[in-house]
């Protein structure tokens, strides 16, 4: 074999890998509609057991990051609200979707994989003083100076982004045109929520939502492993200490145009091989649980001993088949056929 035939065939081998990781990702893409398609989860805040458990997103795990809209994600309100035509609804280990989002918005840091406990949609609105605010800052006090917050998000009466809201609505529990959030998930006033912490010094065990004033509509949501330290902190929910904005300050509701995604199917485990090389600020692997290296190192030493098992197999299959044998027979004419011309 030549230099040439070898860098030839080093060549197809390298275009052909190339290939089919094009084709994979663009599979993915045209599944999930989003770019990238995969997340790796980082953090411990989704787990539902120490151990990890397929079902539930654990650290080093990969995850399907589908394209949604605001309008179709299924809180966890309303997938235990027996009168909501989502009741049941479960993701992930538990009801309602787990969203990706950016905190505040922003490209800077890692989005987050938290799960959507309720939905706060404006209800009574007012059309702002637009030209007020045209050339500043769209503050409240500016833009709104009858009262009420400024939501950038949300239609006005004149059918324009920027209203002035007074209340609002959480679908999937009785809050109706409210100034405030109270809600109690305990199972009476709405799906009960278990925070699996001890009952202390006034903390209940199941999760409050505590005179939440929202600033914009969106979700407030929550990592399943948090012990319901809501991301939008102690203004929503006591003791939590939320998550901050990459801009200062901690997340207000979860509006629309910093949702990534939510979170589709489950691919334990491989992201691990990601965890171990990264750098910076992430936490590496940290929060991996003890298991999933073990089933990472499994799946790889399956996929190296695979081969090794299937090809005997195969050939062995194959040398039983009446084609192989054809073969063997046109194989040894064709010899005899060479044989006796060469004698000619």
């Known amino acids: 074999m030549t230099s040439g035939t070898s860098f030839g065939n080093l060549l197809r081998e390298i275009l052909l890998a190339i290939g089919m990781i094009v084709l994979l990702i663009g599979g993915l893409y045209a599944h999930t509609g989003t ?3 995969l997340v790796v989860v980082e953090s411990s805040s989704m787990i539902h057991s120490e151990q990890g458990e397929i079902g539930s997103i654990d650290a080093g795990d990969l995850i399907l990051v589908q394209e949604t809209s605001f309008e179709n994600i299924v809180t966890f309100a309303e997938a235990t609200d027996v009168t909501n035509r989502n009741f049941g609804y479960e993701t992930h280990g538990m009801e309602g979707d787990v969203i990706i989002f950016k905190k505040g918005g922003s490209d800077v840091s890692t989005p987050i994989i938290h799960r959507a406990i309720l939905r706060v949609v404006a209800n009574d609105t007012s059309i702002p003083d637009r030209d007020a605010f045209s050339s500043q800052e769209a503050s409240d006090s500016i833009a709104c100076p009858d009262g009420g917050v400024f939501d950038e998000r ?11 809201v007074f209340t609002w609505d959480v679908p999937g529990t009785h809050i109706v045109n409210s100034e405030v959030i109270n809600i109690s998930f305990d199972g009476e006033h709405a799906g009960y929520y278990d925070c699996k912490r001890p009952t202390h010094a006034g903390i209940e065990s199941y999760l409050e939502v505590s005179d939440w004033s929202p600033e914009q509509a969106g979700f407030l949501t929550l990592g399943d492993n948090n012990k319901c330290s809501a991301d939008q902190g102690n203004d929503a929910v006591r003791y939590s200490t939320g998550l901050t ?5 901690v997340i207000d509701a979860v509006q629309d145009d910093w949702i990534v995604g939510k979170a589709g199917g489950e691919i334990p485990w491989l992201g691990v091989v ?16 003890r298991t999933s290296f073990m ?7 399956l996929i190296l001993v695979t081969p ?7 050939g062995r299959i194959m040398q039983g088949s009446p084609e192989f044998d054809e073969a063997k027979h046109e194989k040894a004419m064709n010899r005899i056929v ?3 011309q060469e004698e000619e």
């Open 35 to 37: 770019m990238p398609p």
């Open 154 to 164: 949300t239609y006005a009466e004149d059918g324009m982004l920027g209203a002035c």
């Open 245 to 249: 904005s990459p801009t200062g300050g």
């Open 274 to 289: 990601k965890l171990m090389v990264s750098s910076g600020n992430s936490p590496g692997t940290d929060f991996v649980p």
């Open 295 to 301: 089933m990472l190192f499994g799946v790889i030493g």
């Open 308 to 314: 090794s098992i299937v090809d005997p197999l195969l």
């Open 338 to 340: 060479e044989a006796l």
